[in-house]
């Protein structure tokens, strides 16, 4: 019954196996209902960030790091496999043993797996890469490989060096489907990548997940956040923004929307059916919807505003002064990092993405165009509304004073291509745009890529009437 240890594949943590000292909130019921059917009052949250105490524990509830230094035994056949390098393997007694050893601390965070693999190897930059796989299920590797190089050059170069010798991924059954980083090494789900069928019409999770597993290795691993409410905007914000920005640079925006609508519709499906209260993204409290699908839009929409090398020299000034080392930042030092490398004119922008609950009702009504000399002139009639939500979901009506994208979609070989994207600043509920363009327009609107929470964007952009 417990599928962590199976007969080809077994993957289990530390804190499956190991005994823990002092009490674990993860062990608790979280579930409102179930709590109140056994008489249990509602769970505590996080602790804010203003306490002393727990700013001294980081996001794995401990102090500090330590060595590592493991010997596994596993079946014969298999090969067994930890963070850390292998020092020595060798058979006694009818088992197979691995030794592995860490040449630099780490938190009390590791992983054990097993299993008979086909091995298959790659470089960058001298650091040795490695999938460990089911020898049927070669399909994805390719992409995986992709994936590591191209975030090990974005990230080692717009964040700080890779720490490590090695970067590994290991399959595991698909009993459960997702994929765990630790250093160095990453289990995993042969249903989230090894046997996805990657087809024009799906998103290429393979390709994203991966990206979001290696950035762990900066964002969890070399920045740890302190265990106080808004701590996954560190280890699990900022790893979906070291992927969505792979995508950027590998992607069209036409494609990289597609990722963005993905996101706000996990958002707005999360915020939906939340059974407690909705946080703002620095104080996210253990709410995945908001660390993941949020986060993800609020730092993509950062860069955007104000520029992706702006937006990276804070996040490594966040490294220089909180990596490695056993100092644990709270979500407010964020923010201010954010702020200084922002005008006074966004600033607005970054309390509305981390510290509020802003939502759109943004749409384009009728768009039209003429033919003039030298191209077309399109006209786009938008409204815009924005209202800031409390933590209980009441919703109040706010002036726009805002900068909002207006775009424009021409038909170029036989696909629709974003020809025309341009910020504009609004002041009022309804605003008319012209523009200019050479290419007949096909599509126009406002907020095309999808950067602000927008909860329909089924009218964000409208086909446009030739006049």
Known sequence: TNTSYVSNGTFINNTDILPLLGYSRGFELTDTEDRKKRGLKEQEGLPPRSDSVARQFNLFGQRGRT??????????????????????????????????????????????????????????????????????????????????????????????????????????????????????????????GFIFRNKPDKLDMCYYVTAHELAHQWWGHQVCEANTVGNQMFSESLAQYSAIMLLKKTLPVEELRRYLKYELDGYLNGRSSEKKNENPLDQTDDQSYIHYQKGTLANFAMQDYIGEENMNKALRKLIANYGNGDKYPTSDVFT???????????????????????????????????????????????????????????????????????????????????????????????????????????????DPVYKLVDRNTDDNTAIVEMN
């Open 336 to 446: 201010s990092y954010i702020k200084e490398v922002t005008p006074d004119s966004l600033k607005y922008v970054v309390d509305d993405l981390y510290s509020r609950i802003t939502l759109f009702e943004n749409r384009v009504i009728s768009p039209t165009a003429k033919k003039v000399t030298g191209g077309y002139e399109v006209t786009i009639p938008v409204k815009t509304i924005k209202y800031y939500a409390d933590r209980a979901g009441n919703e109040k009506f706010t002036p726009i004073k805002d900068y909002i994208d207006i775009g424009v979609f021409s038909m170029v070989k036989g696909r629709e291509k974003l020809v025309y994207l341009k910020r504009e600043k609004f002041v009022g509920e309804q605003t008319t745009i012209k523009v200019t363009l050479k290419d007949k327009p096909e599509r126009a609107g406002i």
């Open 67 to 192: 060595n590592l230094d493991l010997i596994i035994s596993t079946a014969p056949g298999q090969i067994a496999i930890s963070p850390g390098y292998l020092k020595k393997q060798w058979m006694q007694n009818g088992r197979a043993y691995f030794e592995y050893k860490m040449d630099k601390p780490i938190f009390n965070f590791f992983n054990i797996i097993s299993g008979r693999y086909a091995v298959k190897h790659d470089k960058w930059k001298g650091v040795n890469l490695e999938i460990y796989y089911h020898k049927d299920h070669p399909f994805n590797l390719g992409i995986m490989f992709s994936s590591l190089k191209n975030g090990l050059t974005y990230d080692s170069r717009n964040f700080s060096p890779f720490l490590y010798r090695q970067m590994r991924i290991i399959e595991y059954p698909k009993y459960r489907t997702f994929a765990q980083s630790f250093p160095n090494t990453v289990p995993f789900s042969e249903g989230l």
